[in-house]
């Protein structure tokens, strides 16, 4: 079992639509969680991280927080073509500076 | 604000000859510094990280070494490149354990 998993995809959106990503990990005494977006050939950057159990809005971004089930998923709102990019999920263990990643969701959003 | 460079930002490099991959980080002060390789169509592969001057840790045994002569300056070395050493290769930092990571514009290196 990877440490750090998501579906590879692509997963394809309509414009305006709701993109949906989930990520399972399986280190149960992983702190924080954090979604990364990486356009093609760039390299990764954040969109968003969470600590605590629940929901946690930025704009049209969703994070969702589940320790129990040991998961984390991204929802995108009103997805947009500048959209288009792959998804990644990383994890950081109970203690020291080890970021996990994911293999990464790709996502197209179709016009 | 913070950023943080790398260079260069591409280089095609004979197998066996060396390399050496610089990172460096402005507008902040001891920062834990990493370096990731992404083979392509592949996920991050953590390769060392630092926490200090002089501190770094292996992830992954391999030909590859790093170094951190300053406090913002991340080295990555090789003596001798493989095929297999080919990706893009990423430098990030944060401000300490479990803190976000943000990450350099990245290089891509292609060994032939």
Redo the contacts between chains.
Sequence with gaps: QKEVEQNSGPLSVPEGAIASLNCTYSDRGSQSFFWYRQYSGKSPELIMFIYSNGDKEDGRFTAQLNKASQYVSLLIRDSQPSDSATYLCAVNKAAGNKLTFGGGTRVLVKP | SQTIHQWPATLVQPVGSPLSLECTVEGTSNP?L?WYRQAAG???Q?LF?S?GIGQI?S?VPQNLSASRPQDRQFILSSKKLLLSDSGFY?CAW?RG??E???????TRLLVL
Excluded: D, I, K, M
């Design positions: 834990n990493y592949r996920g991050l953590l990280y926490v840790s992830e990423l944060s354990e479990q976000t990571q943000y990450f350099g514009p990245g």
